[in-house]
T-cell receptor, first 117, second 109 residues
Framework: GAVVSQHPSWVICKSGTSVKIECRSLDFQATTMFWYRQFPKQSLMLMATSNEGSKATYEQGVEKDKFLINHASLTLSTLTVTSAHPEDSSFYIC?????????????FGSGTQLSVL | RKEVEQDPGPFNVPEGATVAFNCTYSNSASQSFFWYRQDCRKEPKLLMSVYSSGNEDGRFTAQLNRASQYISLLIRDSKLSDSATYLCVVTSGNTPLVFGKGTRLSVIA
C-alpha cells in the first residue's frame, strides 16, 4: 500500500531555534499534501494545504511566516517551524493522497512530536 | 458550534462488551464520513467509511443519519487491542478532512 514517510519522529529543541519536518510519499506522487497539528486531547487541526510548485494555502490563524511550507517536488513537502517557542510544542502530522484519489485514500505520515524547551 | 463533535469519554469497558460512539456534524453539505482510529502519539488510521445504508466490517458497524447529521460506530465483542481513540471525520467533496476530538476507549481485561 501507499506509504508516507515523515521525519523526524521526535524533536527536542531550545526556544528560538528552527525545526524542519519532512514528509515524503514513497511510492506515489502527491500533488497535494496536508499538514495538521494536534495538541494533547485535541483533534487534528489542519494548518495548511501544500501544493506542489505553488504557495501553500494556510488556514485561518496559522502564521505563514512562522510555519514555512515548501513543496518542491511531487514526493516531498517540508514544514519548518521558525523561531520555535514552547507554545509550538505539539504533534505535527502530514498526509497525502495519490493523484486524483478521494479523501478516503489519504495516507498519513507517522507524525512528529515537537517539544520546545 | 464545532464542526464535528464527539463525546470524549473515556469509555472503560470489559472485554467482550459492546460499545457505541456517537458523532454529530454541523455542515449539512458534508458528503463523506469516516471513522479513524488513533493510538497514542501515532498517526490516525482509517477504520471504515460510513455510508447512508450503514456498513459493517467484522465486529464494527457504522451508521449515518443525514437528517439528524449524526454518525455512529458500534464495536461488538470488544478486544483489549481495540483500546484507542476513535476519530469521527467529515468532509465535503474533496475538501480537507475535518476531525472530531475523538472518543477514548479503554478495554479492560
Amino acid at each position: 500500500g501507499a506509504v508516507v514517510s515523515q521525519h523526524p519522529s521526535w524533536v527536542i529543541c531550545k526556544s528560538g531555534t528552527s525545526v524542519k519536518i519532512e514528509c515524503r510519499s514513497l511510492d506515489f506522487q502527491a500533488t497535494t499534501m496536508f499538514w495538521y497539528r494536534q495538541f494533547p486531547k485535541q483533534s487534528l487541526m489542519l494548518m495548511a494545504t501544500s501544493n506542489e510548485g505553488s504557495k501553500a494555502t494556510y488556514e485561518q490563524g496559522v502564521e505563514k511566516d512562522k510555519f514555512l511550507i515548501n513543496h518542491a517536488s511531487l514526493t516531498l513537502s517540508t514544514l519548518t517551524v521558525t523561531s520555535a517557542h514552547p507554545e509550538d510544542s505539539s504533534f505535527y502530522i502530514c498526509s497525502a493522497a495519490p493523484g486524483e484519489a478521494t479523501n478516503e485514500k489519504l495516507f498519513f505520515g507517522s507524525g512528529t512530536q515537537l517539544s520546545v524547551l | 458550534r464545532k464542526e464535528v463533535e464527539q463525546d470524549p469519554g473515556p469509555f472503560n469497558v470489559p472485554e467482550g462488551a459492546t460499545v457505541a460512539f456517537n458523532c454529530t456534524y454541523s455542515n449539512s453539505a458534508s458528503q463523506s464520513f469516516f471513522w479513524y482510529r488513533q493510538d497514542c502519539r501515532k498517526e490516525p488510521k482509517l477504520l471504515m467509511s460510513v455510508y447512508s445504508s450503514g456498513n459493517e466490517d467484522g465486529r464494527f458497524t457504522a451508521q449515518l443519519n443525514r437528517a439528524s447529521q449524526y454518525i455512529s460506530l458500534l464495536i461488538r465483542d470488544s478486544k483489549l487491542s481495540d483500546s484507542a481513540t476513535y476519530l469521527c471525520v467529515v468532509t465535503s467533496g474533496n475538501t480537507p478532512l475535518v476531525f472530531g476530538k475523538g472518543t477514548r476507549l479503554s478495554v479492560i481485561a
